[in-house]
């Protein structure tokens, strides 16, 4: 069946260092790929999406490449905050547009 | 425009009592959905509906867990008699049928049974 699979974390980086988080999916036909964050004590937000192969998802500085040949959605930000401490899931959609997650990469930025 | 809310927010019960989750979708959505986090098992698919049919059941986790969407404004998650396993995160999610469409979460009913 379908399956995202992401890097573990914790991922502790310095502020303004640079982050990559992998994701990579197993999947029949063409899903659309998803970024989620999820703030300590708060619900999923949608970060990004791409919905076919080599689209670019982007937002607040997060970007995210849909891979087709890898299988990959890696999720990148050129120079990260204390505020971007979260929790990111990596997501496809299946049948029915259910959401399938990622296990989430916890990121911790000290200042 | 509003977004997916749910109630309670927060709830502590005691093992054995029912408990009774709700949500209100995005007006318009056609798809819900219920997820359960947990630190153990993350994000799980509990059930989904399309057009207030439910579609998936499988991840209800046992006969102590039921769902219903008696019209396209409102889902209830149920759970009779709860235990204290069952002390997770539940979101409630709604979208539109399509390639790619966003799937919104509400912000979680927090459930600790004691």
């Known amino acids: 069946g379908d399956s995202v699979t992401q890097m573990e974390g914790p991922v502790t980086l310095s502020e303004e260092a640079f982050l990559t988080i992998n994701c990579t999916y197993t999947?029949?036909?063409?899903?659309?790929l998803f970024w989620y964050v999820q703030y300590p004590g708060e619900g999923l937000q949608l970060l990004l999406k791409a919905t076919k192969a080599d689209d670019k998802g982007s937002n607040k500085g997060f970007e995210a490449t849909y891979r087709k040949e890898t299988t990959s959605f890696h999720l990148e930000k050129g120079s990260v905050q204390v505020s971007d401490s979260a929790v990111y899931f990596c997501?496809?959609?299946?049948?029915?547009?259910?959401?399938?997650f990622g296990a989430g990469t916890r990121l911790a930025v000290h200042p | 425009d509003a977004g997916v809310i749910q109630s309670p927010r927060h709830e502590v019960t005691e093992m054995g009592q029912e408990v009774t989750l709700r949500c209100k979708p995005i007006?318009?959505?056609?798809?819900l959905f219920w997820y359960r986090q947990t630190m153990m098992r993350g994000l799980e698919l509990l059930i989904y509906?399309?057009?207030?049919?439910?579609?998936?059941d499988s991840g209800m986790p046992e006969d102590r867990f039921s769902a219903k969407m008696p019209n396209a404004s409102f889902s209830t998650l149920k759970i009779q008699p709860s235990e204290p396993r069952d002390s997770a995160v539940y979101f409630c999610?709604?979208?539109?049928?399509?390639?790619?469409?966003?799937?919104?979460f509400g912000e979680g009913s927090w459930l600790t049974v004691v």
């Open positions: 997501a496809l959609t299946g049948g029915y547009n259910k959401l399938i």
């Open positions: 999947a029949t036909g063409y899903p659309s």
């Open positions: 509906f399309n057009n207030n049919v439910p579609i998936d």
């Open positions: 007006s318009g959505h056609d798809y």
């Open positions: 999610a709604s979208s539109i049928l399509g390639t790619g469409n966003t799937i919104y």
